[in-house]
Every structure is written in C-alpha cells, then in structure tokens.
C-alpha cells in the first residue's frame, strides 16, 4: 500500500517520558512503528540520549544494558534493536545521537573556526545541531519516530527538549506530534489509581514549552473512561487523546493492545495522513503463537551479566525468536560463569538443560567455567551454540582437549599462552572499507574493534550452510581478537570444520563439529539480525536441536 500523506514530506513523531525511566518508551516507540508499518506506511526512528559518552560502545552493560551494533558499526543504544525487531526500519549511526555526540560536533566545529569567533551557546548552537541531527531523516520515510532518552525534568534532557520545542515550528503542526509516556500508579492503601504523578509531568513538560497531543498512560488496569477524562481535563487533552498501555505478558503484545486504545488512528488523525485498515494479523498470529507453545526446552547461558537480562536483551529475544520458529517455549537458565569452574558444580548446574548457549563476551571472569560448559556440551552430546567470545572459547576447548595442544588459549586470556589458537591478526582485508586494515598489540583499543556488518562465505554440507540455504551472507561483529591461521591444518585434521570464512578465506567466521547433534560457533552476532517475524536461522536450528535432544 502507499501512502497517501498530504504531501511528500516526512512527519516527526517524539516521544517522551516522564514520572519515571523504565517504563517501556523504547518499546512504545517501535510499537508505533509497526502500527504505522502495518499500514503501508515507512518508518524510521532516531534515538536522543542524554548522557555525555560519545556513544555507548565503552558504557558498562551493568549500568547501561546491551550495545547494539547496526549494520553500518555504529555502537547505539538497545533501543536499536527494538526498533529494529519490530519493523523493517535498519538503524545505522545516524539513528542514534548522544549528548556527548553533539557536544563534540559543536566543538570541533568551533576549535575549526566555524562559529567565526561568536560565542557558541547551548541555544542556539547545541540545539541547532540537534534540529540538524533530528532533519537529516527528512524525505526518507513517511514518519521519523524520536525518542528522547531519560526522562522530562532531567537537566540533561533539556536540549533535546528545547531542540524539538522548537522543530514544532519549523515543522508546522500536521507533521510533527508530541507523545508522552508516563505512570498512572496503583496505590494499594487508598486502593484507587492516581493520576497526580501524570499531572506534574505533563506540567514539566509545559513549563519547557510542549504541549504534548497524546498520552501513553502505563498502569496495571485499564483506565476507566472518567479517569481518562479526568487526566485530559487537567492535561487539556480529547479522552481519545489518552491512551492506557498496561502491562503486557509478551512485548509482542504492545502493539496490539495501543491498536486496541486506537492509538494508530489519534496519530493519523492528528497528523493528517490517510491510510486503509492496518493489516495486524501477522502480530495477532505472533501473539497466539507466542502463548500456545506445544513444548518447553532449557537453554543453558552461562554469561558474565547474569544477574541483568538486559545485557543480553538480543541473545534473549533471538531465543524465543528461535522457539517461536519450534512452536517451542525457549526457558533460558541463565549461569554466573563462574559458578561452572568447580566441575562438580558445572555439571549440577547444566543438568537437564536441552542446549547450551555461551555468549560474547570481554575479558577473562568466568572463562574457565564456560569452557568447562562447553567440554560438557562437547562430551554429552548437547547442542551447543557459540557467539563471537563463545566461538573462540569452543576453538580453544577444542585445541586444549581434542587436538590436545595443552594450555591453548586466546591472547585476551593468556599473553604467554605457547599455543594462542585466538589472536589479534595482524593483517585483514576490510570489505566494508575496501582497504588492508593493520593491528597490533599496540593499536588504540577501540579502532582495533572489527565493527559492523561483514560478508562471509558458507561451506557446502555443514550445519551453517543448511541454515541457512547460502552460499554467502552478510553479520554484525564486534570483537578485536580472531581465529589464528597457524592452527588451522592441525584443528581441521582433529576435527574441527570450519563452514564459513571471509570471502578471501583470511579470517575465519564460523567453526562446527561434526559428529554431535548440532555445534556451532560463530565469530559475528547473530542476535542483532534475528526478528519475531522472521527467527534467524541459526536460533532457528539451535532451538530444533535442542527440543530433539529433548525427545531422544
Ligand atoms: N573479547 C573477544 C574479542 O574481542 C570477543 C568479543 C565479543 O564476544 N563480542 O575478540
């Protein structure tokens, strides 16, 4: 379908936040997306973080959860993969900004001489850069959804909210929207909602002045018709303007229920686009899929971040993307490392489970306990599935216990290792950049990081070729260390088949072992490309094994 917009322009929505963070406005903003998608309309998004970093690929995923990486190497927000799984937008650098970013734009433009000796001032300068950020998605899709980071009344934030104050006049008022996502809370002892928290934020938001044109409304029930009018009488908003999103038993869900509160309808209305009927079938196949698995595997992941799952926000979503594609439930146990380097313990702990997964990873805390994982997976005949730190670990395991080439181990781990079977390459061919890209152990830390989507060409008759029904295809990497040429003959001769390679055969992308149900590991992230709607292969074929493993 195409849409049918009053003119050819691209229309702005953002979104806020307010009373608190955490409530899901990623989530709501990729909803939106897949509303309007089902639409026929085109969409892309932008996300705006407040926080000084320049970007999030040095952030500490305790603190600041998963780095998603996108096709083109930037370093983004998870949010990235929100939008990402829930349509068909593809997110590069250009899609996520930073304080920091904008900052550092301004100021090297300044130390360049570019404000010709003026005084460069947060308006009109910094927000000026922020307009320009935001405008670059300008002609390219129907609707460009924004998402500020944090939340309304941090001093931060303030920036980027003066910045889009502002794009409202630029813009004019059929092409852009205000939304704003905020708390509705359940008081237990007065035994009633309160819609006060709402109040204040959305008088926040005035004071900095934005009027916003709908609100997103998160409680644990739906408001009642007199709550909403209430809220709208104090927020000068029409009821229909006020949408109620209560908590959902799948993310997959959020769509549908803003459908339901007729949210996609406000939007166009307000924005004066015209579309037919959305076409929500495929999320209501999802959602019924999603609560009606005919069975349950246990996938073991023994990580470093396990006490925060959104570290491994798209490593979890891949796997239930997997279960999906097995009308399988995908349980994940997830396993501090370190926890598996006492072998007693290791085995107790992946007892029963159906497949192991281990995950990327930096640095050597709880490395041994993932090998030890692996060797079990190896020996018990488990499937088993290695990504980017977990691949190199699987090399390892093999080169230590298979081709017994004693205290084998990547330079990461062990600098004096006599055989590091994983190593910074000296030399590869960039095929992004069409160049020769050098490293060694005295490059800068981050420019050695290979980044961004990759081509890599599958072996006929192995497990990756199979999943993939190709003979080349393109993944997302994130790491600095790579699998050592000067081990090859001897790892392949014990057994070890390596199905997919760079193109020019230089660098080594996937390893297998035959002779066990399935056992993969891949140097790139699968996770960052893997959909509800279309479950990447290797999940795909993962999950399988496991829930065959389960019924043998
Ligand atoms: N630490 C490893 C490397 O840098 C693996 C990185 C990862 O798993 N993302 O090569």
Redesign the pocket.
């Known amino acids: 379908m195409k849409s049918a917009s009053t003119n050819q322009k691209t229309k702005f929505i953002f979104v806020t936040g307010g009373v608190l963070s955490s409530l899901g406005k990623g989530l709501a903003a990729a909803a939106i997306g897949a509303l309007l998608e089902s639409r026929g309309l085109t969409v892309t998004f932008q996300k705006l973080d407040p926080y000084i970093n320049v970007d999030p690929g040095t952030m500490n995923p305790f603190q600041h959860g998963e780095v998603y990486v996108t096709d083109d190497g930037a370093e983004t927000d998870l949010d990235m993969g929100h939008y990402e799984r829930y349509t068909n937008a593809v997110m590069a650098q250009k899609n996520n900004y930073t304080s920091g970013r904008i900052y550092y734009s301004v100021i090297t433009k300044e130390r360049r001489g570019e404000y010709l000796g003026g005084t460069v001032q947060v308006i009109p300068h910094i927000t000026d850069e922020i307009k320009r950020a935001v405008r670059q998605l300008e002609g390219s899709v129907d609707v460009a959804i924004i998402e500020i980071g944090g939340t309304v009344g941090d001093i931060e934030g303030l920036p980027f909210i003066e910045a889009i104050r502002q794009l409202r006049g630029d813009l004019g008022r059929e092409n852009s929207l205000f939304i704003h996502l905020t708390l509705v809370p359940y008081i237990k002892t007065a035994g009633e909602v309160k819609t006060k928290p709402t109040q204040h934020s959305v008088r926040e938001l005035r004071a900095d002045g934005i009027q916003p044109d709908i609100l997103v409304c998160r409680t644990e029930a739906p408001l009642t018709d007199d709550l909403k009018r209430k809220i709208g009488l104090f927020c000068s908003l029409n009821t229909d303007a006020v949408i109620t999103a209560i908590g959902v038993e799948s993310i997959y869900d959020v769509p549908l229920h803003l459908h339901a509160e007729g949210l996609d309808t406000k939007i166009l209305e307000l924005l004066n686009i015209w579309t037919g009927q959305p076409n929500i079938k495929p999320w209501q196949d999802l959602a019924h899929r999603i609560k009606n698995p005919a069975d349950t595997v246990v996938i073991a992941m023994p990580g470093k971040y396990v006490d925060l799952t959104e570290s491994y926000k798209s490593l979890h979503e891949s796997l239930v993307h997997g279960g999906l594609a097995n009308n399988v439930k995908v349980e994940i146990r997830y396993i501090n490392a370190e926890d598996l380097e006492n072998k007693n313990t290791a085995a107790s702990l992946l007892d029963g489970c159906h497949g192991i997964l281990v ?5 050597e805390r709880g490395v041994e306990g993932k090998i030890r994982a692996i060797t079990y997976a190896r020996e018990h005949s488990i499937p088993f599935f290695g ?4 691949m ?1 670990l699987a090399v390892v395991e093999y080169a230590r216990n298979v081709a017994k080439l004693d205290k084998a181990n ?1 330079t ?1 781990l062990d600098s004096i290792t006599p055989h590091p079977v ?1 190593y910074l390459i000296k030399e590869w061919f960039d095929y992004r950049r069409n160049i020769m890209q050098v490293r060694d152990e005295t490059s800068d830390m981050g420019g050695t ?1 290979r980044l961004g989507a990759y081509p890599c060409a599958l072996r006929e008759d192995t497990l990756a070729r199979t999943a993939y029904e190709t003979d080349e295809i393109s993944e997302r990497h ?5 699998f050592n040429n000067d081990y090859r003959a001897q790892l392949e001769e014990a057994g070890l088949t390596i199905s997919g390679t760079s193109p020019d055969n230089n660098l080594v992308e996937i390893v297998e072992i035959q002779d066990h149900p399935w056992f993969l590991g891949c140097q790139f ?1 699968p996770e960052f490309k893997s959909k509800p709607m279309r479950p990447h292969p290797l999940f795909r074929d993962f999950i399988a094994a496991a829930l065959k493993k389960k019924h043998d």
Do not use: K, M, V, Y
């Open positions: 995950p990327g990873g930096f640095g990504i980017c730190l977990g190199q990547s990461e994983i990081l994130r790491h600095r260390f790579e992230h």
